[in-house]
């Protein structure tokens, strides 16, 4: 039996968050805030959290409510394994939730954008297995990250349409991994991985004087792709 420690880190598919705060330096530039936010590192700070726990409390949701497919599928993953509850699974990603919608308080209008993605994390979760709509679900989801953090400032055309290409971005790769299923191999794990790539190129359309921090975005790529080495992403 795995250390619970590491249980909880497969549970919550740590590697895959550097993708998850590119996603939040896109939707600022989207917001015209990612100067401002760079300048007050807390605020930046709680945005970047706030992110990270909607994640990783989306992802033990999701094994939570999997539970019972995964025990006939995913014999590996730790619930099916006993190594963690699936009572234990649903309070702490229930929390995780919760955690994020306080990191966005007092801000009304991400909390707004926040509670719809808590919203869709709790649909994705509850309803993916056989959904036609789920790729799209999961889509908005990410699209989602990139309205909270543009609502810090002005949640404007540009912020939208890079959270509509997020969300066709994220659709078109969950759609790829259900049809690919086990024969994915390594191709899931890079497209996830790619998201960072995706957020670098719409902070340097919207913002191209934000080279600097596009690059930092970018980075995002192979740094997902050298922790899933670790922690498996999909």
């Known amino acids: 039996m795995r250390p619970r420690w590491r249980a909880f880190l497969l549970l919550a598919r740590v590697s895959n968050l550097p993708t998850v705060w590119s996603n939040v330096l896109a939707g600022l530039a989207g917001g015209g805030a990612l100067a401002a936010s760079m300048a007050g590192g807390p605020s930046l700070l709680k945005l970047l959290l706030a992110a990270s726990a909607f994640y990783t409390g989306g992802m033990l949701l ?4 999997d539970a019972r497919f995964d025990r006939a599928t995913r014999p590996e993953r730790p619930i099916p ?6 009572g234990e699974a649903f309070a702490i990603g229930s929390a995780l939730l919760a955690l994020g919608l306080i990191l966005l308080w007092p801000n ?3 909390l707004a954008f926040g509670v719809l993605l808590a ?5 994705y979760d509850a309803r993916h297995k056989g959904s036609t709509f789920a790729p799209l679900v999961m889509g908005a ?3 989602l990250v990139y309205l909270v953090a543009a609502a810090t400032g002005v949640v404007a055309v540009a912020a939208w349409v890079g959270a509509g290409v997020m969300l066709v971005y994220v659709a078109s790769l969950t759609v790829v991994a259900k049809r690919a299923g086990a024969n994915a191999r390594w191709l899931i794990p890079a497209l996830i991985a790619c998201i960072s790539i995706v957020d670098a190129i719409s902070i340097l ?3 191209p004087s934000n080279m600097p921090i596009a690059l930092i975005a970018a980075v995002g790529c192979p740094l ?3 922790l899933q080495r670790w922690v498996p992403g999909d």
């Open 108 to 110: 009304r209008d991400a």
């Open 81 to 86: 394994r006993g190594e963690v509850g699936v």
């Open 62 to 65: 999701n094994d939570a409510f």
């Open 141 to 143: 989801c990410r699209g």
């Open 205 to 207: 359309i919207v913002s």
């Open 224 to 226: 997902t792709l050298f």
């Open 119 to 123: 919203a869709a994390i709790v649909f």
